[in-house]
């Protein structure tokens, strides 16, 4: 209440002033010879006249920018005080007055001055001091005054010199004649010049510098040293023409300092430098905990002379600058550099204890600061994260529009390519309804719901029943469908695969009775995996076991579909690729005949041969034998194998993850799944609008922000891969949910080094994982490598039989 009632008080006051003000304007304060306005105040009439300039409210005296004087008769002088208020005065006229002498600081708060009329006044001199504030790029008028021809006026002699069409301007000598300014040569009378000796010192702190200035001009300038804000101490030793500065133990702070030694006499001014270079060893004067700005900042404050090397650690290892962490420099000054460690979006791998070093040739220096940004997630590892993370809206630009548009060029290109085979019916009918059947996924609804391991489709069969014999298999009985094989299953997995397909291709054909299904091993989206008996495939054995795919419903563009990837299948013939045998289509359910794969996905079998196994063991798995190193090498190299042959063939795999990888006996591996991967595991993948799901765990930056699926992209999954073998099958960034880890791929974080991985493969990873895919390894490259790792540490098999 009270401050209303003040602020009311203040606001009557106001008004109250701002009439008195106009009343003053008009009345007392605006002198009567003379009209004020806002910006202009007039003196003309000579009755009853001035006899100093007029004095308004200090407000209004600001305010005025243009002075108006003439026909004063009382008019004198104008000293210190005349002009100080008025600060944003730019024209100045006094005329036809008595004006007799001006103080040299007459106009030292003018600085706006920009035209001045001194027309016909009593002056006879003037000093160069009065203008010494501003620079006079102006005309000064001066005609029409008694000036004499001495030396104190010489200075605007010189300065008519500068002006191309000066005026006729005269000046009376002690005799009383009348001459030509331009011829004025007074006696011992030369502008000063001055020179600092030596102009720029380097030394050490603490030394000891001498400098001299010395000066020449007539009459005899005064030498002065500006010595305001010197630190270090100093003596000054003066004589007639030179003044001699001697600085003892040079303070750090004095370095960069500009000293000025300036000398004047009556004609003029002028100055000159010694500049201080003071080397010192660096010193951080300052390191803060991090604050959040627009990004976060550790800001510190770092001097040193030279300007110091700065290195940061974190955890006590050296931290790496990028764009995301990077040291950035707000403010140098002579001495100190401001700055901050710049961290973009750090998470919680950023907490930890950030030191920095500084170190220039003097010495060095050391901080340490604490830097929490944000807590470490909560990590509940029998919680699927996806419920939330994937209903999150704010998203990179993840756009499903371009997922569905991509694989529907590659069923046009492929279409075409396998009209040969099928025929043009077939390709209409491809054109027709391809893109519908593009997914295998239906919902959450279909992922295997009878294994107690949900993990594992191929390894754990829940029980006997669903064995089916080759006699109870009538038409009811034998599961209808067809298979896509799981490559397929990515909608643009083939993409680059064109030239794969060899019209020549030979599907090979197996009887139906020649497959006796034994057990169910597991269900995808697009219909179940069995394990079979399949006789008369290879020579020389009777029957082997193998697995069979069907596919649930077998429709046109299903059928069409199923032809395409046979023949691309039979065209991807490699040790380390699960191997496909064929095909029975001789009644309706349609079956695909692959190898069979004893320990099922890789992911699974490292799962359950790692520390964390006790909790996978179940009654089957008594002995658990822990992988050891050189066996994570011998598996990584086989992958590797089976890269490098994809990539001969121009074909990208786009999910490559150990849970698309297949374990056999002794520790054989090959690339393949069954296409249950999305089912199984699904929350190794972010879903995108209603069918994509993108393993972006395993991806890039550049395939998570623009869809680019490359074999430099497979390289970079394959990088991951390494760091799922060697954590045994930990999902990578499992701390992390789908959108945060979006970001740290995004920013460029990569993966840290798993426990138990030698440096060696941890720097294999991150050549894979380098930000640009040109700069990637080669998979040749890492294969090779991995190749001479696995070669140093031999594996021993038996153990894992
Ligand atoms: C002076 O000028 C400023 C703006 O230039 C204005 O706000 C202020 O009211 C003026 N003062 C007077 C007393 O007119
Ligand atoms: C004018 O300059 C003097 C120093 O000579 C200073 O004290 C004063 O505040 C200045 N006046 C104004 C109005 O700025
Ligand atoms: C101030 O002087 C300049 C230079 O003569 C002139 O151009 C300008 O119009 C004058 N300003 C006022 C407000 O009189
Ligand atoms: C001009 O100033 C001189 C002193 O410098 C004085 O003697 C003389 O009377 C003044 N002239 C006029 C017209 O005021
Ligand atoms: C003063 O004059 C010099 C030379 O005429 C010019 O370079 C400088 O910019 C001027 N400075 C100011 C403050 O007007
Ligand atoms: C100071 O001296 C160094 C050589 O010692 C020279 O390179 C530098 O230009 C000098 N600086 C100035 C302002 O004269
Ligand atoms: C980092 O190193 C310093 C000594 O250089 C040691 O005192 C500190 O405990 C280490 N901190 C960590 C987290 O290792
Ligand atoms: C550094 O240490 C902090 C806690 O001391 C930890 O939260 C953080 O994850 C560590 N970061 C790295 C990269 O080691
Ligand atoms: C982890 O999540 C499960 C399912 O939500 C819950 O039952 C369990 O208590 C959680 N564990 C911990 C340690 O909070």
């Not at 007459?106 to 501003?134: E, G, K, M, P």
């Not at 959040?292 to 110091?308: A, E, Q």
């Not at 050296?318 to 990077?326: A, H």
Request: hydrophobic share 35%; aromatic share 8%.
């Amino acid at each position: 209440m009270d401050s209303s009632a003040g602020e009311h008080g203040m606001a009557r006051s106001g008004l109250f002033l701002l009439l008195t003000g106009l009343m003053w304007r008009f009345g007392g304060a605006c002198p009567e010879s003379c009209t004020c306005t806002i910006s202009r105040i007039v003196c003309i009439d000579s009755e009853p006249g001035i006899e100093d300039f007029p004095v308004l409210t200090l407000d209004d005296m600001e305010n005025i920018t243009e002075i108006h004087i003439a026909n004063q008769n009382r008019l004198f002088d104008l000293s210190d005080s005349s002009l100080r208020h008025y600060i944003n005065l730019r024209n100045l006229t006094v005329t036809r007055t008595r004006l007799t002498s001006i103080s040299s600081d007459a106009f030292f708060n003018n600085t706006r001055l920009q035209y001045v009329n001194l027309r016909d006044n009593n002056l006879s001199t003037l000093s160069w001091r009065t203008f010494q504030n501003f620079n006079i790029t102006f005309p000064l008028l001066l005609s029409g005054n008694p000036l004499d021809c001495v030396c104190e006026n010489l200075w605007i002699k010189l300065k008519l010199q500068e002006e191309a069409d000066s005026p006729d301007l005269t000046c009376t000598d002690d005799r009383g004649v009348t001459r030509d300014f331009a011829t004025l040569t007074p006696p011992d009378c030369v502008v000063p010049t001055v020179e600092v000796t030596p102009k720029n010192v380097t030394e050490m702190e603490g030394g000891n510098v001498k400098a001299v200035c010395s000066a020449s001009g007539s009459p005899a300038p005064v030498i002065l040293w500006n010595l305001d804000m010197l630190s270090t101490h100093y003596e000054i030793d003066p004589s007639d023409t030179e003044s001699i500065l001697t600085l003892t133990g040079l303070s750090s702070d004095d370095n960069g300092r500009k000293i000025v030694c300036s000398v004047e006499n009556m004609v003029g001014q002028s100055e000159a430098t010694l500049e201080l270079n003071i080397l010192f060893p660096p010193a951080i004067l300052q390191l803060l905990p991090p604050e959040r700005n627009h990004h976060w900042c550790i800001p510190f404050t770092v001097t040193g002379n030279p300007k110091p090397e700065l290195r940061w650690y974190h955890n006590n290892t050296t931290l790496e600058e990028q764009d995301f962490i990077r040291t950035i420099i707000h403010e140098y000054t002579e001495n100190e550099d401001h700055g901050c460690l710049q961290l973009v979006n750090p998470t919680h791998i950023h907490n930890g204890k950030y030191r920095l070093v500084v170190k220039n040739e003097f010495g060095q220096d050391e901080k340490t600061v604490s830097a929490q940004f944000i807590d470490p997630p909560y990590f509940n590892t029998t919680e699927p994260e996806f419920g939330y993370s994937f209903s999150d809206p704010s998203l990179p630009p993840l756009d499903d529009s371009v997922a569905v548009s991509d694989p529907n060029l590659v069923y046009v290109v492929v279409g075409i390519a396998g009209v040969a085979l099928t025929g043009c019916v077939l390709m209409v009918i491809i054109l027709k309804y391809g893109r519908n059947s593009k997914f295998g996924i239906k919902g959450s609804s279909s992922v295997i719901s009878n294994d107690d391991d949900s993990a594992s489709p191929l390894h754990h069969v829940s029980n006997g029943n669903n064995t089916p014999s080759s006699s109870e298999m009538g038409p009811d009985a034998v599961i209808i469908g067809m298979t896509k094989i799981p490559v397929i299953e990515n909608p643009q997995y083939f993409r680059n695969s064109g030239s794969m397909l060899k019209s020549d291709t030979f599907v090979k054909h197996i009887k139906r009775h020649n497959i006796v299904l034994k057990r169910e091993l597991g269900e995808g989206a697009f219909g179940k995996v069995f394990l079979a008996e399949c006789y008369n495939l290879v020579p020389h054995q009777e029957k082997i076991h193998v697995a069979v795919k069907t596919l649930k419903e077998a429709s046109e563009s299903g059928r069409a579909d199923f032809y395409r990837e046979a023949e691309l299948l039979t065209n991807l013939q490699h040790e380390h690729i699960v191997t496909f045998y064929g095909v029975c289509v001789e009644s309706d359910p349609l079956i695909m005949v692959f190898e069979y794969m004893k320990h099922g996905d890789l992911n699974k079998f490292l799962r359950s041969h790692g520390p964390d196994a006790v909790l996978m063991a179940d009654g089957q798995h008594s002995i658990l034998v822990e992988l050891t190193q050189s066996q994570m090498l011998h598996i990584a190299q086989q992958i590797a194998a089976g890269m490098v042959y994809l990539a001969s063939q121009h074909f990208v795999h786009r999910d490559l993850a150990t849970r698309n990888c297949l374990v056999g006996e002794n520790l054989l591996v090959k690339i393949g799944d069954f296409g249950m991967s999305r089912d199984v595991y699904s929350t190794d993948y972010y879903k995108v609008g209603g069918h994509t799901m993108l393993p972006i765990r395993w991806m890039p930056p550049e395939s998570i922000m623009y869809r680019r699926f490359t074999t430099e992209s497979d390289v970079w999954s394959l990088g991951v891969v390494l760091w799922e073998i060697f954590t045994y099958g930990k999902q990578p960034w499992y701390q992390l949910s789908n959108n945060e880890v979006i970001e740290c791929i995004t920013q460029g974080r990569v993966l840290q080094r798993p426990r138990t991985c030698p440096k060696e493969v941890y720097d294999l990873m991150l050549g894979c994982w380098q930000r640009e895919p040109y700069m990637r390894l080669n998979i040749k490259e890492i294969y090779s490598m991995l190749q001479s790792l696995a070669k140093a540490s031999p594996v021993y098999l038996d153990i894992l039989g």
